[in-house]
């Protein structure tokens, strides 16, 4: 089910059964001259997707124009980045909304700069920005002191439950560290091409690989759809514990 297409009812009932509502944290960003500008954006996308034909979810609309950095092409590139902070707040307000709204089991799920699980900038302007918005609704709706109200006194019997206030929005990778060891991790590069190629294999035109050389490509020519159907299973498989 998408955000997209839900009316009131199906938000109620997202509401009455934590029905987990997924957003895909997306980049616009130069991959090579071989592989599409949204290919974290489609992993991630793709990814939820196909866990949307297994698991009742919400899929939240993606949100692409980010924190992409300027690490991989200058400003020339094609790459669009967003400041940081300027980004935090438009997460922010999001999640606001959301929380306002009465969800409290949000996901975003991200594939860019997640290698090892590290937390690189977009992804720490997520979290901030998700930690934020839990402080500030529960201030604006139970008060200053309601953490050390009595209402608050079974706080440390519901750390990580459903009724913990810091488990609403959590922010996790589309490959956890785990999964990318079992295949193989890489950027524009032999694994991420492959994983493109398994979801959409229109993003993917390795007969362009050699229109401009950099050394981060060079292995995508060992691309191929089995490896990215593999990754696709075992990134499914982890994303189904994780959302929950």
């Known amino acids: 089910m998408h955000l997209d297409m839900c009316f009131p009812r199906e938000i109620e009932n997202a509401k009455e059964n ?3 509502v997924v957003i895909v944290g997306g980049t616009v960003e130069y991959h090579g001259p071989q592989c599409a500008y949204g290919c974290d954006t489609l992993i991630a996308q793709g990814l939820v997707e196909k866990l949307a034909e297994k698991r009742d979810i919400i899929i939240a609309p993606s949100i692409s124009y980010s924190p992409a950095s300027w690490a991989v092409g200058d400003a020339t590139s094609g790459t669009v980045h967003i400041d940081e902070v300027v980004f ?7 999640f606001m909304s959301m929380l ?14 997640f290698e090892e699980g590290n937390l690189m900038p977009m992804t720490l302007s997520y979290m901030k920005a998700g930690k934020r918005a839990t402080m500030r609704y529960l201030e604006k709706t ?6 050390g109200s009595e209402s608050y006194s079974d706080y440390y019997a519901n750390l990580g439950g459903g009724d913990d206030p810091f488990s609403w929005i959590k922010v996790i990778p589309a490959m956890s560290p785990e999964a990318q060891h079992a295949t193989g991790y890489d950027h524009a590069g032999k694994y991420e091409c492959s ?7 229109d993003a993917v035109k390795l007969e362009r690989l050699g229109d401009k050389y950099h050394w981060f490509t060079q ?4 691309a191929n759809k089995e490896l990215g159907d593999k990754m696709v299973e075992i ?5 189904d514990k994780a959302i929950q």
């Open 88 to 94: 935090e707040e438009y997460i922010f307000n999001i």
């Open 142 to 147: 139970m008060g200053e002191g309601w953490w």
């Open 18 to 20: 934590r029905t987990p």
């Open 100 to 113: 306002s709204a009465g969800l409290r089991n949000i996901y975003v799920v991200i594939h860019h700069q």
């Open 195 to 201: 994983i493109l190629m398994s979801l959409y294999p």
């Open 219 to 222: 292995s995508s020519a060992e």
């Open 235 to 239: 990134s499914l498989e982890y994303l």
